[in-house]
């Protein structure tokens, strides 16, 4: 209405103007001017264009205050009106606006209204301050200052995307107090509305719940992939025991990717290794063990962990072969060196950082002498202290207190110490702590009082040795292994003709037998020897060798290599002995040619006596045979004497000739089964007219099983006659003679003993060579060959003879021949 009043005015003052503008264009001046326009001619004389234009604006003026009153009044009318009906309906908006706040309020909640991007935002509703959210609309929009950081950026983000693009969202967050806000975005009629609601309730359970769920399952995520880092395989089960998840290593154990090992459910562990986990839960439903599992294609230990719960199960599965093997070692190790340690005989003991013995070996316990039950219990150091004072094995102390703690500060030290304990026994101990870098201490007790006196011994030896070197008639030089002269006694000078003090300042062996070849000129010698004790040769030996000096002086030479690289030189004079030797050998060149000149001879007159005597026994048996006539009873008794004396003395000589073909080499043995028994027979065969005439009682005892063995039979009855024989000649008459036959072994034994007057001890050496014989009456004399044609031919078939003779007690002779003989000549020097 006022802007219509007011345009009506302008419109009259424009008018106005206008005309009183137009009339001198117009050519309307003065009288023109009013006639033309009514209302001038009032206006005497001639008419200006400002009175024109000033009476226009009057004009104008007055009808714009008649206008403008007009529609004041009018307007006034209409406003009165209007204001009256907006005022109802203001009151109504206001009461309206009051209800919907109040509604607001009940919903606890909060809107924050953008109305344009640069207006401020209005901000209406509220929420319980339990929640975190601050009352004042300032302090809330500070999201940073309510909420969780994390929550803040990202409402703050969604925010500006509703309001640059008005783009929607719903969210939850999570204020520094603990509760959860729901946080809602939408665009209404160009306003950007957010929503801010306090969760309670099942919406906040469902609010946590979500939370939880989101973060475990962040959880879950982090979890999985570290799991699927680890070398060792891990697996997930559901509540049906089927695998639903399963890393990287799991995988490659049974040689397939994870997602085939899920799906296809391929197990890590066979059917044994399942069923003991199945029976092997703890009440918490823990599983755990060391399990072979053939993971790759190789065999592998794990240690196996399952846990499980009603939603399913988890297991992991740690490879121990290396430190199964490892351990295994180790173990074999500890045990090889506590092994070693218990066959050592210094005694060893190791305590730990808590001073408690760790291990001792058994020369510990057996030197100090403690009870084995009492180490076993691993004491401390200084129980263990007090045992051995108890049992006397600590050295006496006046303070003991005092010399205990200082013997235990090895453990806050960091270098071995050492002492000596000197024990009320005699014994002398060296004892070492050996501090660990990690603590503990390890003691080693080394008992020296041996060595202790093995070099008091030596010390004296060396003296001794000394003395005794000094004061021997052989030279004796030790030259060290860079050759030089180390020792010498005095007859070593006094040999070579060497001054002492020359000696004395240990030259070298080159030089000292260049000066000693003045004596002996023999170059190579001196080479050979200087060679062999400087170490030059291939291999270190002993050599010997004899000097033959100018000056008629003979010297032996000995060489020793010693252990410590010196070798020792003796020097021995044989010039006597030399001499001596060769008049023996001379000598005993004489007596061989003697002894084989009477061999030649006795065997030369056994072979030329040996047909006489045959002659003489043929014609003695023809004398008695009556068919060449009657004899008398004298001359019978005469031949029967020839007879027998012809066929003692033929025995004689065929025993001699036996003896030359055995010393000649020439003998040989007919070797062939012989039966035991029957040998036996022909030898007492041999001898029924002496034990006839000596009215002896030969028991004879041969095992009927004795059966055969391999000998010369002829000689064996030759042997077992010589034997009864001799057993005869040394028995008194009507006495008892033995005769035995045995087995043992591989050997036949022949026992032949007699009951006479026995063999002085000084004579049994002797009773086997030849040509002696011991008289003990007329009965009792032979030809001293018997016993040596025994031992010859038994030795020949590779026997041996033993002989035990008593006075007055009698002899026992035992022959033993072996099961299968082998002849063998007997050596040229007997």
Not at 220 to 232: F, I, M, P, V
Not at 631 to 649: V, W
Request: proline residues 4%; charged residues 25%.
């Amino acid at each position: 209405m006022f802007r219509k009043l007011r345009r009506s005015a302008a419109s009259a003052l424009m008018a106005s103007t206008t005309l009183a503008f137009s009339l001198p264009f117009l050519g309307l001046s003065g009288s023109g001017a009013q006639a033309a326009i009514p209302g001038l001619q009032a206006f005497s004389g001639p008419l200006n264009p400002f009175e024109v234009i000033a009476f226009a604006a009057f004009v104008g003026t007055i009808a714009f205050g008649v206008a403008s009153s007009v529609g004041m009044v009018r307007n006034r009318r209409r406003a009165q009106a209007l204001a009256k009906r907006l005022t109802e309906e203001n009151g109504y908006l206001r009461l309206r606006l009051d209800h919907l706040e109040g509604v607001l309020d009940t919903d606890d909640q909060r809107l924050v209204i953008w109305p344009s991007s640069e207006a401020e935002p209005i901000v209406l509703g509220g929420l319980d301050c339990a929640s975190g959210a601050p009352r004042s609309a300032a302090q809330l929009l500070a999201l940073g200052t309510w909420l969780h950081p994390d929550s803040a950026a990202r409402l703050d983000a969604r925010i500006a995307r509703l309001r640059d693009e008005g783009a929607p969202f719903s969210l939850t967050l999570q204020a520094r107090q603990g509760g959860f806000i729901e946080a809602s975005g939408r665009t209404a009629g160009g306003w950007a509305i957010l929503r801010l609601r306090d969760l309670t309730g099942e919406r906040a359970r469902h609010a946590d719940l979500a939370h939880d769920h989101a973060r475990l399952n962040s959880d879950l995520t982090t979890l999985k992939a570290l799991l699927d880092s680890l070398d060792g395989p891990v697996w997930l089960r559901d509540s049906e025991g089927r695998i639903s998840w399963v890393n990287r290593a799991y995988a490659a154990a049974v040689e397939t990717g994870p997602d085939e090992a899920v799906s296809d459910d391929v197990e890590l562990l066979d059917t044994a290794g399942r069923r003991a986990m199945s029976e092997g839960r703890d009440d918490d439903g823990r599983f755990k063990a060391r399990l072979p599992v053939v993971a790759a294609g190789r065999r592998h230990v794990f240690d196996v962990i399952d846990v499980t719960r009603s939603s399913g199960s988890a297991g992991i599965a740690l490879d121990t072969s290396e430190l199964e093997q490892m351990r295994a070692e180790l173990k074999r190790t500890v045990e090889f060196h506590a092994r070693t340690l218990d066959q050592l005989a210094t005694a060893v003991a190791i305590f730990g950082a808590d001073r408690r013995l760790q291990f001792h070996n058994a020369a510990f316990q057996t030197l100090f002498g403690l009870d084995p039950a009492f180490l076993e219990g691993g004491p401390e150091d200084g129980r263990v202290l007090d045992a051995m004072r108890a049992a006397r094995k600590l050295p006496e102390q006046a303070d003991y207190r005092q010399w205990q703690k200082k013997h235990l500060e090895s453990y806050q030290s960091l270098e071995p110490r050492e002492v000596w304990w000197h024990l009320p026994d005699g014994q002398t101990l060296r004892v070492i702590a050996n501090p660990h870098a990690k603590g503990g201490v390890t003691y080693i007790y080394e008992n020296v009082t041996e060595r202790i006196e093995l070099e008091s011994r030596y010390n004296a030896l060396i003296r001794v040795q000394g003395e005794t070197l000094d004061h021997l008639t052989e030279a004796v030089a030790v030259f060290g292994s860079d050759g030089r002269l180390r020792l010498w006694n005095p007859a070593f000078a006094s040999f070579w003709q060497l001054d002492t003090e020359y000696l004395e300042e240990s030259p070298h062996v080159s030089t000292v037998f260049g000066t000693c070849a003045r004596l002996f000129p023999d170059p190579a010698a001196w080479k050979s020897l200087t060679t062999t004790i400087t170490g030059l040769a291939d291999n270190r030996a002993r050599a010997s060798g004899r000097m033959q000096r100018p000056d008629g002086n003979v010297l032996d030479y000995t060489t020793v290599p010693l252990p410590d690289g010196g070798t020792l030189v003796g020097f021995v004079n044989v010039t006597d002995s030399v001499n001596v030797e060769r008049a023996l050998m001379d000598k005993n060149e004489a007596l061989r040619e003697a002894d084989q000149l009477k061999n030649t001879f006795v065997q030369h007159v056994s072979y030329e006596l040996r047909s006489p005597l045959t002659n003489i026994i043929g014609f003695a048996q023809l004398l008695s045979d009556p068919k060449f006539g009657t004899l008398t009873e004298k001359q019978s008794e005469y031949t029967d004497y020839i007879m027998s004396s012809s066929s003692a003395l033929l025995a004689i000589i065929n025993d001699i000739l036996d003896l030359a073909t055995i010393d000649a080499g020439i003998m040989e043995l007919d070797l062939g089964e012989v039966v035991i028994s029957d040998a036996v027979k022909g030898a007492i065969e041999g001898v029924k007219d002496r034990l006839a005439e000596t009215r002896i009682d030969l028991r004879v005892d041969v095992p009927e099983d004795m059966g055969t063995f391999v000998a010369d039979e002829r000689r064996l009855r030759q042997v077992l006659y010589n034997l009864i024989s001799n057993a005869i000649r040394y028995s008194d008459e009507g006495g008892v003679v033995e005769l035995a036959c045995m087995r043992a072994g591989d050997e036949i034994r022949f026992l032949v003993r007699d009951h006479g007057c026995g063999i002085a001890k000084e004579n049994i050496d002797s009773v086997f060579s030849r040509f002696v014989g011991h008289t003990s009456g007329a009965r009792r004399r032979g030809a001293g060959l018997g016993l040596a044609i025994v031992r010859s031919f038994v030795e020949l078939h590779g026997g041996t003879v033993e002989i035990q003779s008593e006075m007055n007690v009698g002899t026992t002779v035992v022959a033993k021949f072996p099961q299968k003989p082998k002849a063998r000549e007997r050596d040229a020097a007997e």
